[in-house]
């Protein structure tokens, strides 16, 4: 798998997501399709998307016990897509049981599966009021990080802020994948742990919505995040 950016594809219908990608000449790009589009349109969606050759992270967020993921993860699988996810909260056995369900069906050539550490909607705040984990946020990710090697997964989901110490912890060989990606003074919205392309040097993988799909030039958007990236990429690795 090459670095790139996922477009996360977060529109009401079909029609809607492909005019969008149509319109904007975003031919083969990465693309996300998670629940909003995926509960609407189903696999046939996702089958569309392949033909057109875009490599696809199809973001449903499993989090249930393990004998229910084990068998989502099975139908899953089929749709041979790029990347799948599930929420590392879920634990140990659930992520395993994802795992297997991925491989009993399609063996090595699964889609990577990756695991949700903490929401980069979540803050710390949140993390101690509301969840009621009483662990700064970086050391959380860094352990549910760890949770998800030793249960055989490919990655993790986490903000740009937590990349760095995934690496450190986990190796470089483990992928980083990172949403709440805002273009510089583009609205925080929702997210809470966000950061522009440029401060992602430890991330094998952007997701970006709103900052390119609302754009009033969503192309231009996704190249100059692009840019913004991969500048960053050369100056840390050469
Ligand atoms: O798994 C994800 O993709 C995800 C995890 C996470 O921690 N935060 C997060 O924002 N996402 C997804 O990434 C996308 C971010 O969208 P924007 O905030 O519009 O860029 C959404 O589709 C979210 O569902």
Redesign the pocket.
């Known amino acids: 798998m090459k670095s790139s950016i996922y477009i ?1 594809l ?1 529109f009401e219908t079909k029609d809607e997501a492909l005019d969008f990608l149509n319109q904007n000449e975003l031919h083969e790009v990465p693309v ?1 399709v ?1 629940m909003q589009l995926f509960y609407k349109e189903g696999p046939s969606f996702i089958q569309s998307l392949k033909e057109k050759g875009h490599p696809i ?1 199809l ?1 449903l ?1 499993l989090h249930d016990i393990p004998n229910t993921v084990y068998h989502a993860m099975k139908s899953l699988a089929s749709l041979e897509v790029d990347l799948v ?1 599930v929420h590392a909260s879920g634990g140990l056995e659930m992520m395993k049981a994802a795992k297997e369900g991925l491989e009993d069906t399609c063996g090595k050539q699964a889609s990577k599966l990756i695991a ?1 550490t ?4 979540t803050s710390e705040e949140v993390l101690s009021n509301e969840l009621l984990i009483n662990q700064p946020m970086d050391q959380v990710v860094r352990s549910y990080a760890q949770m998800a090697q030793k249960a055989g997964l490919d990655g993790v ?3 740009v802020w937590e990349a760095q110490l995934i690496k450190e912890s986990c190796g470089e060989s483990f992928v980083t ?1 990172t ?4 273009l510089i003074n583009d609205a925080t ?3 809470k742990r966000i950061a522009t392309p440029e401060q992602a040097s430890h991330s094998d993988f952007l ?5 390119i ?1 609302t754009s009033r030039n969503p192309k231009k958007a996704y190249e100059q995040a692009l840019k913004e990236w991969k500048h960053e990429y050369r100056q840390t690795t050469h």
């Open positions: 996360a977060d996300k998670g992270f973001d967020k996810n949700v903490q929401l980069t909607s989901v986490s903000s994948v949403p709440g990606i805002r919205q929702d997210q997701v970006m919505g709103r900052s799909t």
